[in-house]
């Protein structure tokens, strides 16, 4: 009885020892599925913010990328002088101011993301007019290059009729021109402010109405490509006049509180900030429009160019899906840090990043896998299905880095480090991309391939590691803590609590 007693107060600490042990554990088990729970909730809140943005963004982006598509159609059924002048003056001369401007605008990003993030609310309203002075002013700095495209074109090589005829569309495409000038500013404006279904409808209305005008002035009154640059110029100021009668009318009672002559002070500074958003994004614009130009000066040129052209199509159209997480993650780091959160901020980056990627590796494997019939969409002539196919590999890679690299960029235009990026752009691609893609096209001897290969992975794929390594060692409180200065810089006024 002693032994027996004895043993049970000896094995007694060692199954209290275990019970506590596995009490533990079961606690720790516990913590960490409640971990894995908040972690889910905050992931699928985060998406639901992400995606109010990204979704109207898509579809108002696929719109307008189709008016382009849709005037190019009719001015094909007109003669191939006439697509290749509207196809010339929308891709280089419009191209060109397209993104500069754009750019310029995307300092509103920052601006408007990050007062409406800290709730000074009117001031957005402030920071668009002044956009629109500092964006108008840049208009007419511009014209030249719609007024004297004609021998701009000649001097980059294009034949004599198509030169001439692109430099009347040109000319009939100045007030389209104009309106980037206010429409840019009204699309980050709304943005910002999480006001992006207005976008989508607006969109859909200026998308209908291109295809009548279009049908009405080229068919009906056989008005030729300067019906189908009339046609475009009336749907863009249709977007124009929809977004303006949205923000006044109504749409924006905390952020629009009517003109203001405040718009007209800080312009200076506002002009540094939109120009090193311009630098930056138009850096990147202009650097695909580079590749197709370099491709026209190949041996057997028609084929390279025809087949690039159909990867740049398709890539053009995929693309407009990172464009919209570009907008999406700029406004929600930008609001995060306005409102001093620098983790939400950190953890809106990594949710944009992941299903992004997510996306491009999934249209990435499907161009990989339809690679011999993705073609079939724009031609049937054998030479070109036979050389997109072979150049399908570098479109999927394409894809898949333009899935990542648009949302580093829009971390950067939410935490206002545009300058910085316009420095690694300008290294990245001109001083990287641009010359190795020549080294590989011309002195490998390596043709389109080679060229688009070197800009690929000498130009993209530099810049998305550069930004992936400044974002991960971003000090995120430190941005958010700069975020509240500039608002409180440019508002003027203490931070709303």
Request: negative net charge.
């Amino acid at each position: 009885m002693d032994r027996a007693r004895n043993g049970d107060e000896f094995h007694q600490p060692l199954l209290t020892e275990q019970k506590t042990k596995d009490k533990a554990k079961a606690e720790v088990i516990k913590d960490e599925d409640e971990e894995e729970k908040d972690l889910t909730r905050r992931v699928l809140i985060e998406s639901k913010k992400l995606w109010v943005i990204v979704g109207p963004s898509i579809i108002s982006r696929v719109a307008s990328y189709s008016m382009n598509i849709i005037t190019q159609a009719f001015a094909g059924h007109l003669g191939d002088v006439e697509l290749a002048a509207i196809s010339i003056a929308n891709t280089v001369i419009v191209g060109f101011n397209f993104g500069l401007l754009l750019g310029m605008a995307s300092a509103l990003e920052t601006l408007c993301g990050q007062a409406f993030g800290a709730k000074q609310h009117h001031m957005l309203g402030i920071y668009m007019q002044r956009s629109w002075i500092v964006l108008f002013l840049c208009c007419f700095l511009l014209l030249p290059f719609y007024v004297f495209a004609t021998p701009l074109l000649k001097v980059l090589g294009q034949p004599d009729d198509v030169a001439e005829m692109s430099g009347v569309v040109a000319v009939w495409m100045i007030p389209l021109h104009f309106s980037f000038a206010f429409q840019f500013p009204l699309q980050r404006f709304l943005q910002s402010q999480l006001k992006t279904n207005v976008l989508a409808y607006v969109s859909f209305v200026s998308l209908g109405v291109n295809v009548l005008t279009s049908w009405l002035f080229v068919n009906v009154f056989d008005w030729g490509v300067v019906g189908a640059s009339i046609a475009l110029d009336i749907s863009w100021w249709v977007t124009v006049f929809g977004l303006y009668g949205y923000t006044v009318l109504g749409g924006c009672p905390l952020t629009w509180t009517g003109f203001s002559m405040q718009a007209f002070s800080g312009l200076w500074d506002f002009l540094k900030l939109s120009a090193a958003s311009g630098v930056m994004l138009c850096l990147e614009n202009w650097y695909y429009r580079i590749l197709i130009l370099m491709t026209g000066y190949l041996q057997n040129a028609t084929l390279a160019v025809d087949a690039l052209s159909v990867c740049m199509s398709i890539n053009g159209w995929e693309m407009m899906i990172p464009m919209a997480f570009l907008a999406a993650t700029g406004v929600r780091v930008a609001n995060e840090l306005g409102a001093g959160n620098g983790k939400g901020a950190k953890f809106a980056t990594k949710v944009s990043v992941v299903q992004s990627t997510i996306i491009g590796l999934v249209f990435c494997v499907i161009i990989l896998i339809l690679r011999d019939k993705v073609a079939l969409i724009f031609t049937s002539s054998s030479d070109v299905l036979r050389e997109v196919d072979r150049l399908s590999y570098l479109l999927g890679i394409t894809i898949l880095l333009n899935s990542v690299q648009p949302v580093l960029s829009g971390v950067a235009i939410g935490s206002g480090w545009q300058a910085t990026v316009a420095y690694v752009n300008i290294a990245c691609y001109y001083v990287v991309g641009l010359p190795l893609g020549f080294l590989m096209g011309w002195v490998f001897d390596l043709g389109v391939g080679g060229i688009w290969g070197g800009m690929i992975f000498g130009g993209t794929f530099v810049q998305t590691v550069i930004l992936a390594i400044l974002t991960i060692r971003s000090d995120w409180e430190k941005e958010a803590q700069t975020a509240k200065q500039r608002v409180e810089k440019w508002g003027g006024d203490q931070v709303e609590q």
